[in-house]
């Protein structure tokens, strides 16, 4: 019975594609029915490549020491919300 927070796709692949897919898959272990988890896991590392890459090109001229310095910011402002102050820091 298929889940019902799937979707059904159809793809295509050229067939040197599907070859060395299916080699890989075998290689690791995987069955036919590991396909879709490969394809899913391909799926959404793409996708969070492609948000590194703007990210990276969107801060591609701040200075390493000012990234670092906001980076470091964010995370303590982060920090805070989490977890309530020590009673050592009152």
Avoid: H
Wanted: net charge neutral; aromatic share 6%.
């Amino acid at each position: 019975m298929p889940s019902t927070d799937s979707a059904r796709l159809t793809v295509t692949f050229s067939r040197e594609t599907d070859l060395a897919m299916r080699a890989y898959l075998g290689a690791q272990g995987m069955r036919k029915g590991d396909l879709s988890r490969f394809i899913e896991d391909a799926v959404r590392w793409r996708m969070f490549d492609s948000a590194v890459q703007a990210v990276k090109a969107r801060n591609a001229d701040i200075s390493p020491e000012d990234l670092q310095a906001a980076i470091d910011e964010a995370c303590s402002q982060s920090r805070a919300g989490m977890w309530p102050p020590s009673p050592a820091s009152r």
